[in-house]
C-alpha cells in the first residue's frame, strides 16, 4: 500500500490560495449584488461556513443589501481565514450578519449579564461564561425572548434554548408564544424552520382549548406540525393515555400561611418569583395551628396541625388561589404537627410528603414519629 501524508501546513496554503483567488476573482462561481457593487466568492468556501449559502443562496442578495462594504468584505474574508479586522463601529452589524447567514465568529468576553447572555450563548467558548449565559438565560427567558437579541438568534439557538428543562416558565404557553414571535420576526425564511422548533414544545403541557385555538391556528400550513399537533389531541382525549414529559421547573410562586399572633394567622402571601413581587391574598380562616404547607399548582395544601384543643390532627384541606374557596382532602394516616411537608412533582401528578414531626399533645413534647418520609397524599 502507497501511503503518503502531507505536511502540516498542506490544508491552510490551500486556502490562502483560495483566498488569493478571492482577492482577485478567479474562477469565483457566486456573485452577491448590493447597491453600487458586486461581491464574488468561491460557492464551496462560504458552504463550509454555513449551509445557508446553499440552501438560500438566491435570497442573500437582499439580505447583503442591508450592510455596509466594509460588513460584507470582512463576514467573506473570514470565511476564508478566519480572521476579521474591521472597525469596532462596525462590530455590531458585523455580527448581526453573521447571525442571519447562521456563520459562528467567537466573541470575547469579560463579563455575563443580561444585555449581553444571548450573544455570550452563541459566540463563546468559555465554559465557565458558558455556564453564566445559560443561568441568566434560564432564569430570565419570559423577558428576554421578547427582545431583539433572542429574535435575531439562529434556528439552532432558538431550539436548544426551548429544549432545556430548566426553563424559568409561567407555563409551556410562554414557549410557544416565543416561537411565534421568532417565526413572524422574519416570517418568509422561519417558516421552514417551524416543524423542528415546535419538536421543542411540550405539547402534552398545554391545555387542549391552547392547542386547538393557538397552536394549530399559527402551525396550519406546515404539513409536518398539524401531524404532530393531531397526534397529540388524539392522546389528550385517550384518557388511557399518561405523558411521558415531566414538566419545567416552573420558579413561579412561593406562599407563606399563617404565623404567630391573631392578625397573622390567617393570612397568605403569595411571592411571585418571576415578577419578584409578594402579593398579599385574602384572609382565609385556618382553625388549627403547626400545620405544614405546600404550594401546588393553584393550590397551597394546609397539612395536620393543631386544633383548639391542642391536639394533633390528621385533617388536610386545600386553598384555591383561583375562587378563594378551602376544600377538604384525603387525611393523614396519624395525627402530626410541627413537621416538615415537601411536594414532587411527576409528570401532571404532584406528590405530597408529611415527614416527622410531633404525635403527642404539645406538654408532653414526646419524641414523636420521626420515620424519613412518612404516607402522604396525591394530588392531580
Same mark, same amino acid.
Given at each position: 500500500m502507497f501511503v503518503v501524508k502531507?505536511?502540516?501546513d498542506f490544508a491552510v496554503k490551500r486556502v490562502e490560495y483560495l483566498y488569493e483567488a478571492f482577492q482577485q476573482n478567479i474562477k469565483c462561481d457566486t456573485m452577491f449584488a448590493v447597491p453600487g457593487r458586486e461581491f464574488y466568492a468561491h460557492l464551496v468556501v462560504l458552504m463550509a461556513c454555513s449551509e445557508i449559502f446553499m440552501t438560500k443562496e438566491n435570497l442573500l442578495n437582499d439580505v447583503f443589501s442591508d450592510y455596509d462594504n466594509e460588513v460584507i468584505e470582512a463576514i467573506l474574508k473570514y470565511c476564508y481565514t478566519g480572521e476579521i479586522s474591521i472597525d469596532e463601529k462596525h462590530v455590531e452589524k458585523l455580527m448581526e450578519l453573521a447571525n442571519r447567514l447562521e456563520v459562528k465568529i467567537p466573541r470575547q468576553f469579560k463579563t455575563v449579564d443580561l444585555s449581553n447572555c444571548l450573544e455570550v450563548l452563541k459566540s463563546t467558548g468559555d465554559s465557565e461564561l458558558l455556564q453564566k449565559a445559560m443561568d441568566l438565560t434560564m432564569e430570565n427567558f419570559e423577558t428576554l425572548h421578547k427582545t431583539q437579541d433572542f429574535l435575531n438568534?439562529?434556528?439552532?439557538n432558538v431550539i436548544e434554548i426551548l429544549k432545556w428543562d430548566d426553563l424559568f416558565v409561567r407555563s409551556e404557553e410562554s414557549v410557544f408564544n416565543a416561537v411565534t414571535l421568532w417565526v413572524n420576526h422574519d416570517d418568509a425564511n422561519r417558516k421552514n424552520d417551524?416543524?423542528?422548533l415546535l419538536t421543542s414544545v411540550r405539547l402534552s403541557l398545554l391545555p387542549l382549548e391552547f392547542i386547538v385555538d393557538e397552536v394549530m391556528t399559527f402551525c396550519h400550513s406546515c404539513a409536518e406540525c398539524m401531524t404532530t399537533i393531531r397526534q397529540e389531541i388524539k392522546n389528550?382525549? !385517550?384518557?388511557?393515555?399518561?405523558p411521558i414529559e415531566t414538566p419545567r421547573r416552573k420558579i413561579q410562586k412561593m406562599a407563606l400561611v399563617g404565623g404567630s399572633g391573631i392578625d397573622l394567622a390567617n393570612t397568605i402571601d403569595i411571592f411571585d418569583g418571576l415578577e419578584k413581587s409578594w402579593t398579599l391574598?385574602?384572609?382565609? *380562616?385556618? !382553625?388549627?395551628k403547626r400545620f405544614a404547607s405546600v404550594l401546588v399548582g393553584d393550590w397551597i395544601v394546609i397539612i395536620g396541625g393543631k386544633n383548639s384543643l391542642n391536639e394533633s390532627v390528621t385533617s388536610?384541606?386545600?386553598? !384555591?388561589?383561583k375562587s378563594g374557596q378551602k376544600q377538604p382532602l384525603k387525611p393523614l394516616n396519624q395525627a402530626r404537627c410541627i413537621f416538615s411537608a415537601v411536594s414532587l412533582s411527576r409528570g401532571s401528578l404532584t406528590d405530597v410528603y408529611a415527614i416527622g414531626g410531633f404525635v403527642m399533645e404539645q406538654q408532653d413534647w414526646g419524641l414523636g !414519629?420521626? *420515620?424519613s418520609i412518612v404516607g402522604g397524599c396525591l394530588f392531580p
Open positions: 502531507a505536511k502540516s438568534l439562529p434556528a439552532s417551524l416543524a423542528q389528550k382525549n !385517550d384518557k388511557s393515555f399518561a391574598f385574602k384572609n382565609i *380562616r385556618i !382553625d388549627k388536610v384541606e386545600y386553598i !384555591d388561589l !414519629d420521626h *420515620r
